[in-house]
């Protein structure tokens, strides 16, 4: 086995005053649920050379890491990749105390998550999953709840930040927005350059200054010397900052034009009560990464009560849906939501977007959203729409579905209709993480209605996939006293026409009526 090789460490540069920030690497915090979940295998063994390369490795074999240079099939494995990991991440930079390699390339996907106390990632130590992220990757709490947690407990100043900004930035930006109640895009890039999170300093300091997206670069280079590029001041720092306080749930954000930042009034009482709960740490602690994430679990059962104890406010999805469809500054028409759709199904880059307003809703999330939306203006008459992501106070969404629950459900008197809605393209993916998971939720909801559906939708619908559901049109009418059960797989184009043309449950019914007709041919 190899060992891991200590260096000496150099010397700690002095700190500075710099803008927020969390990896950009990661672009959508999102993503971190199934990072936790691809590297939870991996808990309390030591992080030397070997096990990092099997982290790594399974990370690709995964698709949380994608390249050319490690091209992945049905029948690769970690071992089978280990070469071509080593020699894709060979000239990468050692960071965060890793080697350069492999090793550097983990803690990329390590640093944010170390920052808010998920983790402990130390080279040579054992890795330690935080309480709250094995609550996450076992799906007892939702992103939202998480994120809130870890965030009341965040300092800028830590073993991973080596600065002088010496505060909790998601308090600050809170109180920031009490005082305000809105903040500009603009305004809120200049509320990542707050050196000690001084409230009434920085209101004044926005209050005496008229920023745009062309003026706040030069801005703050003139007011606090920064030399980093335009881009990062104004997109690549803050965009990931904004979408990481997002999903805590504290934030909404609306589009007027210009992006707009309010907190998220469903939250309100929550937002206070964690913030009833103080934490300091010692200097020792913003030193000392063991020290740092002990102290950060001490307080996570008094936030976590605060958090998951504050009911996921689910009002009538139609009602909502029908004020943001009315809202002429979202531009959210049925031919919109289509071609925002098809953009999804192509998997075409953000970039070609038409909905600026949905910019910071993560894509997966998206998808829901906008079948959502579809949904009623073809079947609010028919239907109770009730898509199961955590949403603000305007109905976008914030976070996934909690446990256990369907991504999109559709009740009337006597019918339940479950939609479940991915992106995930890989075939294996797609098998292991999305198909057993629908079943259970539709099987759950059997016993209480008449006639039963399910609508499995993806960008495209591996063979195996299908079969499964073919499969399980079987499985279920044997093991149900129900007859009228029909579900079928859908790419999305293929939803969105059968949708549009409002014959989704005439489709179900058809495709079920054929295969049972086919299997009577082969046994009778």
Known sequence: MTKSTQKTPRAKREAEYKQMAFETAIRNPERYKSILQAVAPFKNQVLNDDVLLNIVSSLYLQGIVKSNKVPIDENSTIDSIKDQVKRANASRNSDGGFPKGYAARFWTYMRTLSELGFVLAQYGQPFQFSA?????????????????????????????????????????????????????????????????????????????????????????????GSTLKEQTITHDYPDVVLRVLILTGFVSVTYQGVTMIELNQDNRQMIDNLLNVKIELSEEEKENPQLHFQKLEQLTDELLKIAADTPNRVTEFNQKAQKLLENMELNLTETQIIQELNRLAQGKNRSKSTLPSLHYVAEPLLLEFLLSLLLVLKYQNQFCIQPNFVADHNGLPISHAPARKGDIELFSNDIYWLIEATLIKNKTQQMNAETTSVIRHFNEALADYQAHYLSFVAPLVHADTREFYRVQILLSKLNSAQANIYLKSYAIDEFVGVTLAGENLQDMREHTQDLVQQIKKVFC
């Open 132 to 224: 709250i992220a094995n609550k996450l990757v076992a799906d007892e709490i939702s992103e939202h709840v998480a994120f809130a947690v870890q965030a009341m407990k965040y300092n800028r100043r830590s073993p991973y930040r080596n600065v002088k900004n010496d505060f909790n930035f998601f308090r600050f930006i809170i109180n920031v927005l009490k005082e305000k109640s809105h903040l500009s895009y603009p305004q809120f890039i200049m509320s990542l350059f707050s050196r000690n999170g001084d409230v009434a300093a920085f209101c004044q300091l926005i209050d005496k200054h008229s920023l745009t997206l062309d003026n706040v670069a030069e801005f703050v280079h003139d007011k606090f």
